[in-house]
C-alpha cells in the first residue's frame, strides 16, 4: 500500500523540505546538492554517516517529473525505508526478494502507472533484463547510487553487483545520477567516480566533523567490565552497537550483558536470517536495545537515536571505524565512539594481514589500512584533526575527545624499546628462538616462570632488566612498536620479530616517543559531554517528553514500525519544551510536516494535554 500523494505541483525544494521533511533550512551542503540534481546533473557526493545524505536524492524525486529510482544494498532494511517515507506521506515502494509473485506485480504496476515517488531496488535486481524493460516502461526521475564505496576495492563493503552501475547512463542517458558515500578517502574517490563514469559529475565534499560524537580510544584491560561501566554510568536505558571482531566474541559479550541486566542482542552471519531480522528489528523498533554485532551489522542504519558505539577489538581500517562510530547522533545529539584498544589486537590484526588471501598489492593495502587505524590510536593529539586529517580535509582540536579532555603525557621510551629489541634479538639470534610478548616480558621483569627456567632464558643477559616497569607498562611499548612498524609478529605463530627498523632503535639512531596514559581517567569530565542531551532538556519538560515517548511507543507498536518513523527523539525533545497548545503551533516544531501534522497533531495535543 502506498500513501496518500501530497500535492507537490509546482514545489520548490525547500517548499518540499517544509511541508514533507518539516524542517525550515537545509544542512550544509544539501541545497546545493540539491539544486544541481533537480536541474538534472550528475553528482557524486561525499558527507559522512548522519550528515543527511538521503535528503539529497529524496527531494530532487519529488521535486522533478517520475519515480526517483534508489540502488540500494540493503535489502533487510528496505521496508523500514520505505516505511520512514511512507509516514511523511511519500510515495514509496521497494523490489526484493521478500516479496511474493503477486505483490511484485502490484509495485511494478503502480511503477508503471506514474503512481511512486520513489522505488528502492538492490544491485542485483537491478541487473536483471526484465528490471530494466520495467523501467523502460516507465518515467525515471533520477537514479541514486546509496552506499556507492560497494564499488570500491579500497572501501570495506565491496559489492561486484555495483559494477554494473556503470551501464545506467548507457541505457538511460538523460536521468541524472546522484552516487552517495559515507566512505571517502581521496583513494575511494577516485574509484567510485572511476567505475560508476562520474568523472565528469559534479563532487561535492562535504565536512566530514561530526562534532556531537565525544571519540574516547582507552587501553583494553579488562574490556567486559569496561564496557558494562560505560554503559552503566553514561547510557543507562540508551540504544546502542557493540562491535566484536568475531561471531563467538558476539555471542559471549550479549549474553555477558544480558546477565547483568542489560537488554542486549547479537547479530552476526552465523545466525540464520530469521533470528538476524527478528534481532534487527527489535533494535529499531524498540527504545533501549543494545545490539551486540560483528560489521556485518550496520551499513544504512538509519535509527537516529543511537547514543553510542563500542568497539571491544581494533576496527581493521580507519575507514571502517568512521562509518561504525557514525551510526551514532545521527539526530544530532551528544553521543559516544568508544574503543577499548590493547597489544593483543595489534599482534592479532598483523598476523591476519599477513595471512590474508589476495597478492602482495592487496596485503600492502591491508597494512597501510592497520598502520593509519594504529596512527590513531597511538596519537598524543587530537583525535579528531587525526580523523579529519585521513580523509584530506583540515580540522582544530575539538575539546570533546580524550586526548583534547585528558591529554595523554609523551616519554622518552628508547631504552625501553632498545631493552624489548635486545630481548627479541637474542632470542631469535642467540638461540634461534622465537616467543610471543607475555614471555619476552617475563624474561625483561626477571619472572622465573616454568617456561623461562625450561629454556633457560634467566641466564640471557636481558633478563630481569626490565624491573623499572610494570607488566602493563611493558604491554604498552611493545604495542607503540609493533603500531610503528619497529617490531613485528611472525604470522605463523604469532611471535616476535625484529624489522627493517629495529636496527636504528638499537644502534641508538632513533628516538622513540612514547605514549604514556593518564594515571588516572577523570571520568565525570569525559562523561559530562556525553550527558548534555539530557541536560538540555528544562527540568520541567523532562516528564513531558517522557509521556511523549510512551505515546510514540504505542503509536509505532500499533502500526508495526520503529519509533523513529512516528517522530526523533530531537523532535519529541522540542515540542516537550515548547509545549504547543494547537495545530497551528505544532507545525511550526522542527520535524512535523503536514502528513504527520494531520496524522498525529491531535494525539500529541491531547497526549500534552493530559
Not at 541545497?31 to 543527511?52: F, K, N, R, S
Amino acid at each position: 500500500m502506498t500513501a496518500p500523494a501530497l500535492d507537490l505541483h509546482d514545489s520548490d525544494a525547500s517548499q518540499v523540505l517544509r511541508r514533507v521533511f518539516g524542517y525550515d533550512e537545509f544542512r550544509e551542503g544539501q541545497g546545493e546538492i540539491i539544486e544541481h540534481v533537480v536541474a538534472g546533473g550528475d553528482a557524486l557526493v561525499l558527507m559522512p554517516t548522519g550528515g543527511g545524505k538521503s535528503l539529497c536524492y529524496q527531494i530532487p524525486a519529488l521535486v522533478r517529473r517520475g519515480t526517483g529510482v534508489v540502488v540500494s544494498p540493503l535489502i533487510a532494511l528496505m521496508q523500514d525505508q520505505v516505511d520512514a517515507l511512507r509516514a511523511l506521506g511519500v510515495r514509496a515502494d521497494f523490489l526484493n526478494s521478500s516479496l511474493d509473485y503477486d505483490q511484485q506485480r502490484v509495485v511494478e504496476a503502480t511503477f508503471r502507472a506514474g503512481e511512486l515517488d520513489l522505488l528502492y531496488l538492490a544491485p542485483e535486481r537491478l541487473r536483471l533484463e526484465s528490471t530494466q524493460k520495467l523501467l523502460d516502461g516507465g518515467d525515471i526521475a533520477l537514479f541514486a547510487i546509496d552506499e556507492a564505496h560497494c564499488v570500491s576495492q579500497w572501501g570495506h563493503d565491496f559489492r561486484p553487483d555495483y559494477l554494473a552501475l556503470s551501464a545506467l547512463h548507457e541505457r538511460w542517458p538523460d536521468v541524472p545520477r546522484i552516487a552517495l558515500t559515507a566512505t571517502a578517502t581521496p583513494a575511494t574517490h577516485q574509484e567510485i567516480a572511476g567505475r560508476l563514469r562520474l568523472e565528469d559529475a559534479r563532487h561535492f565534499v562535504a565536512s566530514f566533523d561530526r562534532p556531537n560524537i565525544q571519540y574516547r580510544i582507552t587501553p583494553k584491560t579488562e574490556p567486559r567490565r569496561q564496557l558494562l561501566e560505560l554503559l552503566r554510568t553514561e547510557h543507562a536505558g540508551d540504544a546502542g552497537i557493540v562491535y566484536c571482531l568475531s561471531r563467538s566474541s558476539v555471542e559471549k559479550i550479549a549474553e555477558f550483558l544480558v546477565a547483568n541486566g542489560i537488554p542486549a542482542l547479537p547479530y552476526h552471519a552465523g545466525l540464520d536470517a530469521g533470528t538476524r531480522a527478528a534481532n534487527q528489528a527489535r533494535f529499531l523498533r524498540e527504545d533501549g536495545v543494545v545490539i551486540v554485532a560483528t560489521i556485518a551489522f550496520g551499513m544504512g542504519i538509519d535509527k537516529p537515536d543511537v547514543r553510542f558505539v563500542a568497539h571491544l577489538d581494533l576496527p581493521k581500517s580507519v575507514e571502517g571505524y568512521y562509518q561504525e562510530t557514525g551510526r551514532a547522533g545521527r539526530d544530532g545529539l551528544p553521543s559516544t565512539a568508544w574503543l577499548a584498544y590493547g597489544l593483543q589486537d595489534v599482534v592479532q590484526l598483523r598476523k591476519l594481514v599477513e595471512t590474508s588471501d589476495g597478492d602482495d598489492a592487496h596485503r600492502r593495502r591491508q597494512g597501510r589500512h592497520l598502520d593509519s587505524m594504529l596512527a590513531l590510536c597511538e596519537t598524543v593529539e587530537c583525535r579528531r584533526v587525526q580523523l579529519l586529517a585521513y580523509f584530506g580535509q583540515e580540522g582544530k582540536p575539538c575539546g570533546n575527545c580524550d586526548t583534547c579532555l585528558t591529554p595523554p603525557e609523551s616519554w622518552d621510551g628508547t631504552i625501553a624499546a632498545q631493552k624489548v629489541l635486545s630481548a627479541v634479538y637474542r632470542l631469535d639470534r642467540e638461540r634461534r628462538q622465537r616467543f610471543g610478548a607475555g614471555h619476552v616480558i617475563d624474561i625483561l621483569m626477571g619472572k622465573k616462570t616454568p617456561k623461562v627456567i625450561q629454556f633457560d632464558h634467566d641466564e640471557l643477559t636481558v633478563f630481569g632488566v626490565g624491573a623499572d616497569l610494570s607488566a602493563n607498562e611493558w604491554r604498552g611499548v611493545v604495542r607503540q612498536l609493533l603500531a610503528r612498524g619497529l617490531l613485528a609478529v611472525e604470522p605463523d605463530h604469532g611471535t616476535l620479530a625484529l624489522t627493517d627498523g629495529s636496527a636504528s632503535v638499537l644502534r641508538r639512531e632513533r628516538e622513540v616517543l612514547m605514549r604514556r596514559e593518564p594515571e588516572r581517567t577523570p571520568k565525570a569530565k569525559l562523561a559530562k559531554a556525553a550527558k548534555a542531551a539530557a541536560a538540555e532538556l528544562p527540568e520541567e519538560a523532562a516528564p513531558v517528553f517522557e509521556k511523549l515517548r510512551a505515546w510514540r511507543a504505542a503509536s509505532a507498536k500499533e502500526q508495526g514500525v520503529p519509533p523513529y518513523v512516528v517522530f526523533h527523539d530531537k523532535t519529541l525533545r522540542e515540542i516537550a519544551t515548547v509545549r504547543p497548545s494547537s495545530l497551528e503551533e505544532l507545525s511550526t516544531v522542527n520535524g512535523v510536516g503536514e502528513n504527520k501534522l494531520a496524522k498525529y497533531g491531535q494525539q500529541i495535543l491531547d497526549t500534552l494535554a493530559e
